[in-house]
């Protein structure tokens, strides 16, 4: 998960961060809040998709409630 949330945050953050630029946005001050959106997004996905898919099959895997998840992706 921590691989996951690392590599695939700061892959997407560092595109996200290239398309601002290219169209003049100075992202100095708040650039920060793009990539905690990313890490959120990221771990809701997880939760709610990737675990199924993968080899582990032990004890804690389930969804995340529907609001819960619905709040995560709406901040």
């Known amino acids: 998960m921590l691989l996951i949330?690392?590599?695939?945050?700061?892959i997407i953050s560092t595109v996200?961060?290239?398309i601002?630029?290219?169209i003049g946005v100075?992202?100095?001050?708040y650039g920060w809040l793009g990539?905690?959106?990313?890490?959120?997004?990221?771990?809701v996905w997880y939760r709610n998709k990737l675990q199924?898919?993968?080899?582990?099959t032990g004890n804690?895997?389930?969804?995340l409630p529907k609001k819960v998840s619905q709040a995560l992706i709406l901040c």
């Not at 100075?26 to 001050?29: I, K, R, V």
């Not at 905690?36 to 990221?42: E, H």
């Not at 199924?52 to 582990?56: E, L």
């Not at 804690?60 to 969804?63: D, F, N, P």
Request: charged share 10%; hydrophobic share 50%.
């Open 26 to 29: 100075n992202m100095n001050q």
């Open 52 to 56: 199924f898919s993968g080899w582990y």
């Open 5 to 10: 949330l690392g590599l695939g945050g700061a």
């Open 16 to 18: 996200l961060i290239a």
């Open 60 to 63: 804690g895997r389930e969804k």
């Open 35 to 43: 990539s905690i959106a990313i890490l959120i997004f990221l771990f």
């Open 20 to 22: 601002y630029t290219s």
